[in-house]
């Protein structure tokens, strides 16, 4: 299916013009074939000299094909070993940029790693790109910003969106199943992100969009519904997680930000992801964000057990931990990123009387959330990973987790609203 994207622009009932950089979608059987084709439409027809890079798994599961498609390209083929999208393999791609004349647009296969590689330098070169996805593994394809480990900081660069996606929905079935879950807890993660965001809403007036969320919500919808599919490869239910993924994307492009798709569980993620703090997690980010969703649903879980008694009382502010910064961020550039990130302090902007008043809408928002015991057996179904214990990590990292991750962004979340409440300590253990 080619993906209306006028479904998704203009003036909504939100307050905003909506707007997209990508001009086109395509996901479906045998997309790639269609690339010579598009490639002789506008705005695409005054590209001619290109440069694809992908690595060599991806090469062979689409990169092959688009080198036969598309004459005259040039080939970035990498070594997926240790292959990260950090400065190495930054200066990996541009060793082979170099030696290449005149390229205009930039054609990048694969899958997370690859796209900000990719759209990283055809940021640098001022020249757009061309997303082919490989695997269901990310819902980053069509983002505005390169998620790099920067000599060993966590850092969301400023990047291109591709201008044209296709997405060959054959090819991403046959991608490795743990890709496929890695994708499944990175769209699964959007529960808990939208958690946030309305709860924020609710309780600052922070700008929210109905039509997103809602759209975001049938996603979530078709997804559960379509995971016994998935679990025996049938192509229609992978390009329902594709879908799923890929409109995750585009409603951060129709915002202007992550707010539809990043809350608590990506805070989390980008946590465990710090090697100045942790050795370099070997983990897909989709499944760090899995089970940080597990971890947050059950502690807003547990948040409403108390809630519904009644029985808590408020502190009338929270102060930044500070201390609890210098604690855990050793690296003092890192350390002043962080209370930098931290000011001004974003929970002035709570009011613990409104706090207390929204107690029954917030209890009904969380109610939305699959309990963690769910969200286990929906990864489980695919293989995917659900404990800390399999990223790497012993049982302490729970609680330092729910404790310092509110920090890493300057964001509010539920996970960081829960330092007012006296029974925080009880839900974090």
Sequence with gaps: MKID??????????????????DDVILEEDALQ?????????????????AMVCDENTYEAAGKEVEKLVEGIQVIKLNPKNLHANEIGVALVQEELDAMQGIDCMIAVGSGTIHDLTRYHAYQKGIPFISIPTAASVDGYVSTVAAMSWYGFKKSMIAVSPILVIADSKVIANAPMRLTASGVGDLLGK????????????LNGEYICDQICNMEYEALDNLKASLEGIKNGEIAAYEELMYGLLLSGLAMQMTGHSRPA??????MAHFWEMAVINEEVDAYHGEKVGVALIQVSN???KATEYLKTGKFNLKNCVEIETDLIEKTFKNKELCESIKKTNDPNLLDTIDATVLKDKTAEIIQIIEGIPKAEELKRML?????????????????????????????????????????YDFYEQIIQ
């Design 299 to 301: 502690i807003y879980h």
């Design 34 to 50: 269609k690339i010579p084709d598009y490639l002789k439409k506008e705005p695409y027809a005054k590209y001619h000299h290109f």
């Design 191 to 202: 529960y808990t992100a939208l958690a946030d965001w309305k709860i924020t809403n609710i």
């Design 262 to 267: 990043s809350g608590a569980e990506h805070h």
């Design 380 to 420: 489980q179904m695919l293989h995917g990973i659900t404990t800390l214990e399999e990223l790497g990590f012993d049982s302490s990292m729970k609680k330092k987790t729910a404790r310092v991750a509110p920090y890493i962004r300057d964001r509010i979340t539920f996970l960081r609203i829960l330092k007012f």
């Design 5 to 22: 994207m006028k479904k998704f622009i203009g003036q909504c009932s939100c307050g905003k013009d909506h707007q997209l950089v990508v």
